[in-house]
């Protein structure tokens, strides 16, 4: 009975802790003072390096964005710089060029002068042809070389103004090679129907000598004057000419 009140009376005691008597502090209030100083110096050390390596991380993150920035800005400036460099290049081509092109334009155009000097010394000399002894020959010559180009039957021969007597009187003989050409080469029955004749209503005008020849009712016309010969030959020796002139191959 006496065991059983007792515990009773410590089960009661559990349960009802207030009721126990309280221990007394052993720390004075310095102590608790000092205690809370070094808590608060703790976690102000504490919040002092994590601002720190925030910091340092913010830094760090700065810094690599900045590079990455200034890095761009000079891949931007290193692109500019070779876009402008190719852009002065390719001009500078350009007018390298244009210079070129204008000073072959320049000696081709100087070259056709001076080739156009020389034709017209030979025009001069084709007026002095004219005057002389040998001009008569070589018109019927040039009759003679039309026809057979032409090889016709009814033919007429026009001669330069003011040359028409000289024209006639070498057409007989130039009509007569022409048949003894035509003979050999086209027969007796082509030669009889050769018909030759001098036209005097078209006389050839701005032309200083030779005969046009006509043919199939002026649809077939040769121009034989001693201009068109002139052109044919500045033609046919131009690249001997030039290089007499100007040299080179």
């Known amino acids: 009975s006496c065991l059983t009140e007792a515990s009773a009376a410590r089960t009661h005691l559990h349960h009802c802790p207030s009721r126990l008597p309280l221990k007394p502090s052993t720390m004075n209030q310095d102590q608790v003072t000092t205690q809370i100083n070094q808590m608060v110096k703790f976690i102000?050390?504490?919040?002092?390096?994590?601002?720190?390596?925030?910091?340092?991380?913010?830094?760090?993150?700065?810094?690599?964005?900045?590079?990455?920035?200034?890095?761009?800005?000079?891949?931007?400036?290193?692109?500019?710089?070779?876009?402008?460099?190719?852009?002065?290049?390719?001009q500078k081509r350009i007018t390298q060029s244009n210079h070129v092109r204008s000073a072959r334009l320049s000696i081709l155009a100087e070259r056709e002068a001076q080739l156009g000097v020389l034709k017209g010394e030979a025009a001069k000399r084709l007026g002095r042809l004219v005057q002389s002894d040998k001009y008569s020959s070589l018109l019927e010559?040039?009759?003679?070389?039309?026809?057979?180009?032409?090889?016709?039957?009814v033919v007429s021969v026009r001669g330069v103004s003011g040359q028409a007597n000289l024209v006639k009187n070498v057409?007989?003989?130039?009509?007569?090679?022409?048949?003894?050409?035509?003979?050999?080469?086209?027969?007796?029955?082509?030669?009889?129907?050769?018909?030759?004749?001098?036209?005097?209503?078209?006389?050839?005008?701005?032309?200083?000598?030779g005969v046009v020849i006509a043919t199939a009712g002026d649809m077939i016309v040769i121009d034989n004057t001693l201009e068109a010969r002139l052109e044919l030959a500045m033609e046919l020796r131009l690249p001997e000419t030039r290089r007499v002139l100007f040299g080179g191959k």
């Not at 891949?75 to 710089?81: F, G, L, N, S, V």
């Not at 010559?141 to 039957?153: A, H, Q, Y």
């Open 171 to 209: 057409l007989g003989g130039a009509v007569n090679k022409y048949k003894a050409w035509a003979e050999k080469e086209k027969g007796a029955a082509f030669v009889k129907d050769i018909d030759v004749s001098f036209d005097a209503d078209k006389p050839v005008k701005n032309s200083c000598g």
């Open 44 to 90: 102000k050390q504490e919040g002092e390096e994590k601002a720190k390596e925030i910091k340092v991380k913010a830094e760090e993150e700065f810094n690599i964005e900045k590079l990455r920035m200034v890095e761009a800005e000079k891949a931007t400036i290193r692109a500019e710089y070779e876009r402008k460099e190719k852009d002065i290049e390719i």
């Open 141 to 153: 010559s040039l009759i003679v070389e039309g026809l057979i180009r032409l090889e016709g039957t």
